[in-house]
T-cell receptor
Framework: ETGVTQSPTHLIKTRGQQVTLRCSSQ?????VSWYQQALGQGPQFIFQ???????GRGNFPPRFSGLQFPNYSSELNVNALELDDSALYLC?????????????FGEGSRLTVL | AQSVTQLDSQVPVFEEAPVELRCNYS??????LFWYVQYPNQGLQLLLK??????LVKSINGFEAEFNKSQTSFHLRKPSVHISDTAEYFC???????????????FGKGTHLIIQP
């Protein structure tokens, strides 16, 4: 059984640039959620994708967008990067969208914005 | 809106001593409660969860947590810790009434458990 994998593991961008982060969900999972974890903070919910549609969204601006593909993998896109976007971005997969479901997290993509 | 408070950012404990990691939540509705653990250089893993029923829930590696509705708390305990328990522990809540996980989990800031030999 393959776990959740994320790429790239680390990247550095400059303010104003755009970034795409990728996530492969665990085998058998049809739901992907993205979280932002700033240094010293807990993860914050960005959005969730289910069957290729955005199913829920946290308090993040529209420059944070995503996609889910037919194989349930996902992308997180961030436009017009700001210094405060520097964080660890976590992808989590689950089977179904239920609040009771266990989330399986990847190791994250660490983004540094200069 | 829900919020989670983990009162201690860091808890140092000697090996084989008991430990309690505190978690309080703020919500006007019923909640589901979770503890996730993040070992160094790994992703978050579910440690245990409370959905309904017995207020005391246990993990396979000796941790337990008790849901206390009147205190709005979900503290995590272990009677005897090991070096391998060194990790970051996150308490989280979700709203069972919101049609699934559409709001995601709300996490606390985490507690770094440091086991001293």
């Amino acid at each position: 059984e393959t776990g959740v994998t994320q790429s790239p593991t680390h990247l550095i961008k400059t303010r104003g640039q755009q970034v795409t982060l990728r996530c492969s969900s665990q085998s058998g999972h049809n739901t992907v959620s993205w979280y932002q974890q700033a240094l010293g903070q807990g993860p914050q919910f960005i959005f969730q994708y289910y069957r290729e549609e955005e199913n829920g969204r946290g308090n993040f601006p529209p420059r944070f967008s995503g996609l889910q593909f037919p194989n349930y993998s996902s992308e997180l896109n961030v436009n017009a990067l700001e210094l405060d976007d520097s964080a660890l971005y976590l992808c989590a997969s689950s089977s179904g969208t239920g609040a009771t479901g266990e989330l399986f997290f990847g190791e994250g993509s660490r983004l540094t914005v200069l | 809106a829900q919020s989670v408070t983990q009162l201690d950012s860091q808890v140092p404990v000697f090996e084989e001593a008991p430990v309690e990691l505190r978690c309080n939540y703020s919500s006007s509705v019923s909640v589901y409660l979770f503890w996730y653990v993040q070992y160094p250089n790994q992703g978050l893993q579910l440690l245990l969860k409370y959905l309904s029923g017995s207020t005391l829930v246990k993990s396979i590696n000796g941790f337990e947590a008790e849901f206390n509705k009147s205190q709005t708390s979900f503290h995590l305990r272990k009677p005897s810790v090991h070096i391998s328990d060194t990790a970051e522990y996150f308490c989280a809540v979700s709203d069972p009434g919101r049609g699934g996980g559409a709001d995601g989990l709300t996490f606390g800031k985490g507690t770094h458990l440091i086991i001293q030999p």
